[in-house]
């Protein structure tokens, strides 16, 4: 048979490597949008201040749209290396099942 412990290990590594590119892209856009609310003075978010203290001094006036498309940016970047690094593996372990063959 072709099974093999390494190809069920393979299948994990790739579920958590798009899982964690998928909470990274979740984290660092809601963490954003937190980020430029705050500085709008829109205060909705009152769960948060620990973050606005760290960050406010880094941030200077009109620095909004900086935040957002650097945050965009960042989070579709994260998402996309996930899943390109989950599709690789899942390639490379792909080819190495079919060199297994008779």
């Known amino acids: 048979t072709l099974y093999d412990s390494r190809y069920a290990l393979s299948e994990v590594i790739t579920v958590l490597n798009r899982l964690l ?4 892209f979740a984290a660092i856009l809601s963490s954003t ?9 829109s205060s909705p978010l009152v769960l948060l201040p620990q973050l606005q203290q760290q960050i406010e001094p ?7 749209p900086w935040i957002l498309a650097g945050g965009l940016v960042l989070s579709f970047g994260v ?3 996930g899943y390109l690094s989950s599709e690789m ?3 490379v372990m792909r080819l190495s099942r ?5």
Not at 21 to 24: H, K, N, S, V
Not at 33 to 41: A, D, F, K, P, T
């Open 89 to 91: 593996l899942e390639m």
């Open 79 to 81: 998402l996309i290396t």
């Open 21 to 24: 590119g998928e909470t990274l």
């Open 98 to 102: 079919n060199s297994e063959k008779p």
């Open 58 to 64: 880094w941030i200077s006036s009109h620095s909004e």
């Open 33 to 41: 949008l937190v980020v430029l609310l705050q500085r709008m003075e």
